[in-house]
């Protein structure tokens, strides 16, 4: 089935991720689904505690493995959930749900006019415009939906790949001002808000030995998360040489409207 999608989100990768990432969820369903599990209780665990429930944005609602789809739609009148790109398998979730809505948007602010730059020639990186979708005064609760490490991935891979203007040191002072600017924009909502965001990376050898990790938010500073786990994103077999990769992954209710 052909998904239908703005000529940035195809051209620049986003939905090519998004074929890649069903595809890694098929082959590690297994080892993926702890992970999964955590973040839909949490989810739920902070539904439970809106005091309104008229509407809940999901920030990253991707395939709708991480989203307790069946439990919002109990709790709150309208669901909204919000990618970049929604394969054709999203679409036929929600068909028997009548209060949930598919929106495709760029979080960012930055995809479109830097996919839009670049093809007439202007390698200038975009200023930052983060957005958050659908939010009004009905919204009770806003889900950021292990995202945050990711929104700078492809837009800097693209311009990496179209051009070598900018030096490492300039792109991941931009990556960082992305992520920094999406924890912003969460922050300054009046409702409720939940993050789940992978923060650290852990690679292991074949035996079991740790050989690298590092941060995966880059300077980004996130205090203690109310709730943490590993994520066996990569077990053995997934990457080279027997190696695998975890995340270390974090919960957070960011701020409690009223």
């Known amino acids: 089935m052909v998904t239908k999608c703005a000529d940035y989100v195809r051209f620049m990768g986003y939905l090519h991720q998004a074929i890649a990432l069903r595809a890694r969820y098929r082959r590690r369903r297994t080892s993926w689904q702890p992970h999964l599990e955590k973040s839909r209780a949490f989810i739920v665990d902070i539904a439970g505690r809106c005091l309104k429930r008229e509407k809940v944005v999901v920030l990253g609602s991707g395939l709708l493995l991480d989203v307790p789809l069946a439990v919002l739609t109990k709790v709150f009148d309208e669901v909204v959930l919000v990618d970049i790109i929604h394969?054709?398998?999203?679409?036929?979730?929600?068909?028997?749900?009548?209060?949930?809505?598919?929106?495709?948007?760029?979080?960012?602010?930055?995809?479109?006019?830097?996919?839009?730059?670049?093809?007439?020639?202007?390698?200038?990186?975009p200023e930052l415009k983060p957005?958050?979708?659908e939010t009004d005064d009905r919204t009770s609760l806003v889900i950021s939906l292990n995202i945050l490490s990711q929104l700078s991935a492809i837009p800097v891979e693209y311009v990496q790949k179209k051009t070598s203007k900018h030096d490492d040191s300039v792109l991941q002072a931009w990556c960082d001002r992305i992520r920094e600017a999406h924890l912003a924009a969460l922050r300054e909502l009046s409702c409720d808000v939940c993050l789940i965001a992978d923060y650290e990376y852990v690679r292991r050898?074949?035996?079991g030995k740790i050989i690298e990790s590092g941060s995966t938010v880059g300077?980004?500073?996130?205090?203690?998360?109310?709730?943490?786990?590993?994520?066996?994103?990569?077990p053995r077999g997934e990457e080279t040489r027997g190696r695998s990769k975890e995340l270390l992954v974090g919960a957070w209710h960011l701020r409690q409207g009223g």
């Open 87 to 125: 394969l054709p398998e999203a679409g036929k979730r929600i068909r028997d749900y009548p209060n949930v809505r598919l929106v495709q948007a760029d979080i960012t602010g930055i995809a479109e006019a830097l996919y839009d730059d670049i093809a007439y020639g202007r390698y200038e990186l």
């Open 131 to 133: 957005v958050i979708p």
């Open 205 to 207: 050898d074949s035996n």
């Open 219 to 234: 300077n980004l500073k996130l205090t203690s998360p109310d709730w943490s786990w590993t994520w066996h994103i990569a």
